[in-house]
């Protein structure tokens, strides 16, 4: 019996010899993955790829200072547009400049919604730590109303075209088809057809099931979002690559073949008028080649973040890039009216007191 115990000892002996040799295995394995996550940290840093959350204090004032700045600026730029188109009674007068109106409208609402996202996410860094938003229904609303600006951007460049076509293809009868009425009431259809995502929003909210934890920031496959993007985003490449060129190339032919004929008749009421159309839409044409053109990048980015991103780190820094990108387009709108359009030129002036006549102090000459 003793040698049985002696031999039960030896055994417990290597048994407890074993578990201590897994404990310091497991250890250091634990202590080479810690070493790996720094590694990989280190190595997000240096590549330029961030994290799905800001470092530190310095890099969230940064970021919320511009934040804060660009947010300024839109709304800057939205009273600075309402008040020129406002200002002129030739502004006010054009049907061009309600759907810019309208525009910035929509510009406003997507400025406030900003800001909102902007407190919510600096209420989750003085809570947690981290400069994010881990909410998906704060996510989910916040890209639901983002989507009513990209497409009353979308529509209103259409309608601006529309508009410019019927004015060229019908000389004559153009102020009976065009009235008040029906400008507004595309205004108003533009905003029904907008509502369309937030009903597809809303459904999604609905019949799909919600995260079961927190998000690390606001993915697009959140809620399957991606496909109300990509959806709308498809129909904007149709509109802005497609429709809206096809409108002014045969708008310009139409132009040139009333041009011919108003010529070869000697109608010279007809050839001003005629004149003064094809010319304000070629300033149309050009507000709307600039506004596409500085959507570009923002449609770009959009799709590389749904399509070609390989991370959770790639995708949050094209949202940021992509957001910063956004805002800076909507401060330059009036820059670009400015230098296309001269009645918005010539209303700015006189806004702020350029082209007030001075009177003449002294005797007439």
């Known amino acids: 019996m003793s040698s049985k115990e002696e031999y039960h000892d030896v055994y417990n002996t290597r048994m407890s010899s074993k578990e201590e040799y897994h404990d310091v295995y497991n250890t250091r394995m634990s202590s080479k993955e810690e070493?790996?996550?720094?590694?990989?940290?280190?190595?997000?840093?240096?590549?330029?790829?961030t994290p799905t959350v800001l470092w530190n204090k310095l890099q969230v004032a940064g970021y919320m200072a511009v934040q804060i700045l660009l947010a300024g600026g839109v709304f800057f730029s939205v009273a600075v547009i309402a008040a020129t188109i406002l200002h002129s009674p030739r502004t006010r007068a054009q049907y061009l400049y309600w759907y810019l109106l309208n525009?910035?409208?929509?510009?406003?609402?997507?400025?406030?919604?900003?800001?909102?996202?902007?407190?919510?996410?600096?209420?989750?860094?003085?809570?947690?730590?981290?400069y994010s938003v881990t909410d998906p229904e704060v996510c989910l609303w916040t890209q639901a109303v983002f989507s009513y600006y990209r497409s009353i951007m979308c529509s209103t460049l259409l309608l601006i075209a529309l508009e410019r076509y019927v004015t060229i293809l019908k000389p004559l009868t153009h102020c009976y088809i065009l009235t008040d009425l029906r400008i507004k009431g595309s205004i108003v259809a533009s905003w029904m057809v907008a509502s369309i995502y937030m009903i597809w929003t809303i459904l999604h909210r609905i019949l799909l099931e919600p995260p079961q934890e927190d998000i690390p920031h606001c993915l697009v496959t959140l809620y399957r979002m991606k496909r109300i993007h990509t959806a709308q985003f498809a129909v904007g490449i149709v509109v802005f690559a497609f429709v809206v060129p096809f409108i002014y190339?045969?708008?310009?032919?139409?132009?040139?073949?009333?041009?011919?004929?108003?010529?070869?008749?000697?109608?010279?009421?007809?050839?001003?008028?005629?004149?003064?159309?094809?010319?304000?839409?070629?300033?149309?044409?050009?507000?709307?080649?600039?506004l596409i053109i500085v959507e570009f990048p923002f449609l770009t980015l959009n799709f590389v973040r749904m399509h070609g991103t390989s991370s959770q780190a790639q995708e949050h820094l094209l949202t940021k890039v992509s957001a910063v990108i956004l805002l800076l387009s909507q401060i330059i709108q009036p820059v670009l009216y400015a230098t296309i359009s001269p009645d918005f030129r010539r209303s700015f002036r006189s806004l702020w007191g350029r082209n007030r006549v001075q009177p003449v102090v002294g005797d007439f000459p």
């Open 35 to 49: 070493y790996h996550d720094v590694y990989n940290i280190s190595e997000m840093r240096v590549t330029g790829f």
């Open 103 to 130: 525009l910035s409208v929509a510009t406003f609402i997507s400025g406030l919604t900003y800001s909102f996202f902007i407190a919510w996410c600096f209420s989750e860094y003085l809570q947690s730590g981290a």
């Open 249 to 290: 190339f045969h708008l310009h032919i139409i132009a040139k073949k009333h041009l011919e004929v108003i010529e070869r008749e000697r109608r010279l009421f007809g050839l001003a008028q005629l004149k003064r159309n094809v010319t304000r839409s070629n300033t149309a044409l050009k507000i709307s080649l600039s």
